[in-house]
């Protein structure tokens, strides 16, 4: 007999430690069996299991788990990222506590520590996965530096490199001076905060007394100023075009230019150009052929091309010392209190970044990315939810140069080797690039290797190809490439999936999947980004422990709507918990009803009317499972499950059969043993649709509802496949007939405040012949679910005092006089009513004023069209319910 209660804790472990040693996981590359693939998104290998993380594996093994079922060669290929700034930082820091610095120890020494580090720590998430039921084929997982993903990298970079896809090129770059090493663009975050405005006039060369004003919120970088910039059309610069400016402190002439950068309507109309270190005033100074002068080193300290007093001074005791000297020049003309976007690091979000002129490796992604647009725009590759797609377009239509190098020690060092007279050889290993040195001087020469490593996204973008044993053609790559679907959140569609479509494109000649299925970011109750500042990060290892795997895992998958975020509150979780505890009660109840599956039952065979209708149920909600499934629905998917369960099987169902099981009296052994057979049969096929959403509750009811063969378990069994003939139309119509009198009883007792315990006698006017046979086959059932003294026919008038309401042809009357006090009722949902229509007031109040709409956070206003509308609703029932009752 189950236990009273399903306690998660105590199965979770062993019954995933019998998973994965049943090596049903695992692809088998050898079978003739439809591939289905999904490449894991690999998670940071420093990394702890977030409930973004949470998700997203959910989500795929929903669907590794339903794809086997589907009789599928199932390969979800998993692995972890090397994440090379995060795993350099967490390992630095390391080395602090021991009073140890990476240069100290030299390269070679500091890689060792990083990969002791990842032996010992590295496994931490994919150990947490394990804790929510998934099953990824673990046989293969991969690391984006083991050796094979190693060669792919070095032969992709070779490649691009000779077809000229990949250049060495100086540029201006973001720079992080702390680690002190170019970051991608996207990895920057803007972040608004106060700061100032400093107009600065600049003396013109020549002219006593006249100046030129230009603002700047950086004034340090006054001393790389190459130029000013004036509008073309500006009226009152046109004599000073062509002429100089005298740079304050450098006492450098700069020319004054005219370019269309310049905004007559901002300020004076002039800006200051520094294009070494601007991204707007690089574009200026190509335009112009402006030296390009910069003025940090790789720390942001100030270099040696500055005035001598400054050198070697940090960039903000720079600024102090310029407008030190500026205010004795008597050159600062006003201040300004503002409030600007200032780049910080997006990993440690303390460092602000630099734009640094330095020489990097490039891909040019633009040639790269007109296939990979071509791939969405001819339907090769599907994107869900649809409008996600102006978001690709609208970032690979502009794509610029994708700088690839870092100035790190971990990472894939890029296979390039410099020699004399600036020459680069670029090889996949040192003896290739030595011959090709050789064969360019006709003698061997000393070759210094690249230090820098690539962009971590590099690798990750070769991830769908490069696991399957690229550049070696093997079976894997033959049968599972391209994948079916890539499931990731819509923040990394430029880091990672745009990229992974450019590469694998140009190197496998195919895309690597045939859709795409961007998840919503899961965010607080209130609609909140989670933050450790904000104090409202969840943690999903809590929520598994507190709720077990099953609850969260389905309460994501209810929430999971395309295209909106999930604001997940532990009240929810709570409920689907509530959702397996009864389950696991009607698992009970089958069991003490001996309610157990028969092998040889046959759900056609079934005569009794609620027995066809259960059975016809089970096959529609199989198909709109899979319906919701085959789109990507998978909120769809877990209501139609939450739905049939809870309300069709639980609440309808097993009580209109109670009577049949628990009756002595009743003498049809027939009867009973074929409600017995179906309950049982039911309650299978629950378990079975229910498995890939909730496994381990599944699964454990599974194993105690029958005695199972050997080895048996429901992530080996199949997905259900019914006969069309198990449908019968005339037992759907007839309870669904039943399903809706009863509950249109229910809702007018509900509306009406009628005591639960009270019965009422129950007339029925204008019944067609139909309905009278089914009032009279299903008295019991009705009288037992509506709380009914008794149900009769009404000939003549309604009698006073009396709630009317109409099912198909019958007008149902409830005689409430006796059982409520109608005018004490009808007092009641007066006021109930005025309430309601003054917070609806109130609430439209708020909403129309616009300094409310424009100043409060998205999700405030959100709520506040919510409750309106949810206001809204209950007016209307309560409007209606007086209605009646006025007419009582």
């Known amino acids: 007999m189950l236990d009273k209660t ?40 420093t990394g702890s299991l977030h409930i973004g993380h949470a998700l997203n594996a959910t989500l795929h093994d929903v669907l590794a788990r339903y794809n086997r079922m589907n009789n599928r060669d199932v390969l979800w290929q998993p692995g972890t990222d090397h994440a090379g700034i995060a795993t350099q930082m967490v390992v630095e820091r390391k080395l602090e506590a021991e009073g140890k610095h990476r240069r100290d120890l030299g390269r070679e020494g500091f890689l060792e520590e990083v990969w002791k580090w990842k032996e010992e720590s590295g496994g931490t998430i994919v150990n947490q996965l394990r804790r929510l039921g998934v099953t990824p084929d673990w046989s293969r997982e991969r690391f984006t530096m083991d050796e094979g993903l190693s060669a792919s990298v070095r032969k992709v970079f070779v490649q691009l490199y000779k077809e000229k896809l990949i250049y060495r090129d100086k540029r201006l770059v973001n720079w992080d001076p702390k680690l002190r090493t170019a970051i991608s663009d996207l990895e920057v975050e803007l972040r608004e905060q106060k700061g100032h405005m400093w ?33 073309p059309d500006d009226e009152r610069y046109k004599d000073l075009v062509g002429k100089f400016a005298i740079l304050p402190i450098a006492n450098r002439p700069i020319p004054i230019v005219a370019d269309e950068h310049a905004d007559p309507e901002q300020g004076s109309g002039a800006v200051k150009i520094t294009p070494a270190h601007d991204f707007n005033d690089f574009e200026v100074g190509k335009r112009h052929n402006l030296p390009m002068i ?28 310029v407008l030190g000297e500026l205010e004795e020049l008597d050159l600062i003309v006003a201040v300004e209190d503002i409030k600007h976007a200032v780049p910080y690091d997006e990993k440690t979000k303390s460092v602000i970044i630099e734009p640094l002129l330095t020489d990097q490796w490039y891909v040019d992604a633009k040639t790269l990315a007109q ?50 007279e600036g020459a680069i050889f670029v090889a996949e290993t040192e003896a290739e690039a030595l011959a090709e040195a050789r064969e360019k001087f006709g003698e061997d020469v000393r070759l210094d290797r690249d230090p820098d490593v690539l962009d971590t996204w590099f690798s990750s973008a070769l991830w769908p190809f490069s696991t399957l044993g690229w550049p070696e053609e093997t079976p894997e790559l033959e049968k599972y ?146 319906k919701a499934l085959a789109g990507y629905k998978f909120n769809d998917a877990a209501s139609v499950l939450y739905q049939f ?50 496994p381990y509750l599944t699964e454990e009811l599974y194993a105690a509802m029958a005695e199972r063969p050997a080895g048996a378990s429901l992530l080996t069994a199949k997905w259900p496949d ?23 009883i229910r809702s007018v007792r509900s509306d009406m ?31 037992r679910m509506a709380r009914l003294e008794d149900i009769a026919r009404l000939d003549g008038d309604v009698p006073h005092g009396s709630i009317q309401t109409v099912v198909d042809e019958a007008t149902i009357v409830l005689p409430i006089a006796d059982i409520i006090d109608l005018d004490k009722e009808r007092e009641r949902l007066k006021k109930e009513i005025n309430k309601l229509s003054d917070d609806i007031k109130k609430i439209d109040q708020k909403l129309g004023n616009k300094k409310f709409i424009d100043n409060a956070p998205d999700e405030v206003v959100a709520e506040q069209r919510n409750r309106k509308s949810d206001a809204e609703t209950v007016l209307s029932k309560l409007s209606q319910a007086l209605k009646q009752l006025e007419a009582a």
Request: aromatic content about 12%; hydrophobic content about 40%; some cysteine.
């Open 199 to 231: 107009h600065i006039k600049y003396p013109i060369e020549g002219e006593e007394e006249r100046f030129i004003t230009v603002a700047t919120t950086r004034p340090e970088t006054m001393l790389g100023d190459t130029a000013v910039a004036v509008h």
């Open 6 to 45: 399903f306690q998660p804790e105590k199965v979770e472990s062993h019954r995933y430690e019998e998973w994965e040693k049943s090596g049903s996981f695992a692809c088998k590359p050898q079978s003739n069996m439809a591939p289905f693939c999904m490449m894991m998104p690999p998670p940071n290998v």
């Open 722 to 744: 019914y006969d069309s003939g198990l449908k019968k139309q005339e037992a759907m119509e007839e309870m669904d007939w039943l399903l809706r009198f009863i509950s249109e």
């Open 481 to 626: 490439y391209p994948g079916d679907v890539l499931i990731t959140g819509f923040d990394i569609i430029f880091f990672w999936v745009a990229r992974m479509i450019m590469m694998g494109i140009h190197f496998m000649g195919d895309v690597p999947f045939k859709k795409v299925y961007f998840h919503a970011l899961v965010r607080d109750s209130k609609g909140q980004k989670m933050s450790k500042t904000k104090g409202n990060v969840i943690d999903p290892l809590e929520l598994v422990d507190e709720y077990g795997a099953d609850a969260v895992r389905f309460t994501l998958m209810a929430m999971a709507a395309q295209g909106r975020d999930i604001k997940l509150a532990e009240e929810r979780i709570a409920g689907y918990r509530n959702f397996a505890t009864k389950l696991w009660n009607a698992a009970r109840y089958c069991q003490m009803n001996e309610c157990l599956p028969n092998p040889a039952f046959d759900p056609a065979g079934v005569t009794y009317t609620p027995n066809q209708w259960i059975i016809g149920a089970v096959s529609d909600n199989k198909a709109a499972i899979e």
């Open 294 to 321: 910069s003025i940090f080193d790789e720390s942001a300290c100030i270099n040696d091309n500055a005035p001598e007093d400054y050198r070697g001074l940090e960039r903000y005791d720079a600024r102090k010392k």
């Open 645 to 694: 369960v809870w309300g069709t099987f639980c609440d309808w169902y097993l009580e209109f059969t109670k009577p049949v099981l628990q009756d002595n009296a009743l003498k049809d052994d027939a009867l009973k043993d074929e409600t017995k057979q179906t309950t049982a049969w039911v309650l299978e096929q629950i378990l079975i649709l229910l498995n890939p959403f909730m």
């Open 371 to 420: 296939p990979a647009i071509e791939a969405v725009r001819s339907g090769d590759i599907e994107i869900i939810p649809k409008q996600q797609e102006n978001t690709y377009y609208a970032w690979m239509e502009n794509i610029q140069p994708w700088c690839i190098s870092r100035q790190l020690w971990w990472g894939h060092q890029i296979p390039a080797w410099h020699g004399p």
């Open 753 to 783: 405040n009628v005591p639960a315990g009270a019965k009422i006698n129950l007339m029925v006017k204008d019944s067609a012949d139909k309905t009278n046979e089914r009032l009279k086959s299903y008295d019991e059932i009705i009288r």
